[in-house]
């Protein structure tokens, strides 16, 4: 059932885009789920509120009590944050009234599967619905897996030799290229904003080519999330990947967050297997929505 014009206009004004004098608010909001928040509270810890620096606005929820309760940041990607039901349908309503201009859907699995109920009508059908990727963290490592020695952050140096493995991690994981479109040159520019920030890892052979590879994507001060490990397919097989991750949970853990997450596909049971041995548990679940 649609809502009505009066839970529309009260959905409109119980929410607004915040500005600098909310800063501390939002990142109370954020820290208290850190590793949920990861990725959100990474680029407000890093750049604030301005929706410039920020790639995005930040859209606030008031409740009746008139405190901020909830977060819903409205870039590249949509993503609510500690967002309950009357929060979510605000959300939605404001986001239908602004059009589509994420390219993804993502959070937690439960606020973000009723966004997308609220949205689908007016912004669907989706490229693609991943309903349940279990959300992993690690405080410590597992003893039974030795990390890889090999495995090393890369450098500025191998940027050219690491990006044909991001590429197809990129376009395995998403099912589009991350080339299309500008040519990728703000894929590139990632790539070499993580190397240059000792946050890529990589096993590379002899000829230079990677045989393994991961990045932490996010961090913050109470936790880190890994993104796009992949395993050259002609090395498959051979447990690279757990002794792989194994080597970047143990540095993670050690130079950069008392807790490390990653989320991953629920089909990917090989992968969630691995993850499990390596030290991670799971602690929730995520959803994605991609168009």
Not at 44 to 57: C, I
Not at 184 to 207: C, I, N, P, T
Not at 240 to 259: D, K, Q, Y
Request: charged share 20%.
């Amino acid at each position: 059932m649609l809502p009505g014009p009066f839970q529309v206009a009260r959905a409109l004004s119980a929410t607004r885009v915040l500005e600098a004098q909310d800063l501390p608010e939002a990142l109370e909001i954020l820290h208290r789920d850190p590793v949920a928040n990861a990725f959100v509270a990474t680029r407000v810890e890093a750049v604030g509120l301005d929706p410039w620096r920020l790639g995005g606005e930040m859209w606030g929820w008031t409740g009746e009590d008139g405190r901020l309760g909830a977060l819903c940041y409205a870039g590249a990607n949509l993503v609510p944050v500690n967002a309950g039901p009357e929060a979510v349908r605000a959300f939605a309503e404001r986001a239908r009234r602004q059009g589509r201009r994420c390219s993804s859907i993502v959070g937690p699995a439960e606020s973000t599967a009723t966004l997308w109920a609220l949205l689908e009508r007016s912004w669907g059908p989706a490229r693609e619905v991943r309903g349940h990727q279990p959300l992993m963290a690690a405080e410590a490592p597992a003893t039974e897996v030795a990390p890889d020695p090999l495995v090393r952050r890369v450098r500025k140096n191998e940027i050219e030799n690491l990006m044909p493995a991001c590429v197809a991690m990129f376009t395995e994981e998403v099912g589009i290229s991350p080339l299309a479109g500008d040519g990728g040159l703000l894929y590139q520019a990632r790539v070499a904003e993580l190397v240059g920030a000792g946050r890529s890892f990589a096993r590379f052979d002899e000829d230079g080519g990677v045989v393994f590879k991961a990045e932490i994507g996010a961090v913050t001060a109470g936790a880190c999330q890994i993104q796009g490990v992949w395993v050259a397919p002609e090395h498959r097989g051979r447990g690279l990947s757990e002794t792989g991750m194994a080597a970047v949970l143990e540095i993670a853990l050690r130079e950069v967050a008392p807790t490390v997450s990653l989320y991953v596909n629920d089909y990917n049971v090989r992968a969630r297997a691995a993850y499990r041995r390596v030290g991670f548990r799971e602690v929730g679940a995520f959803m994605s929505v991609l168009f």
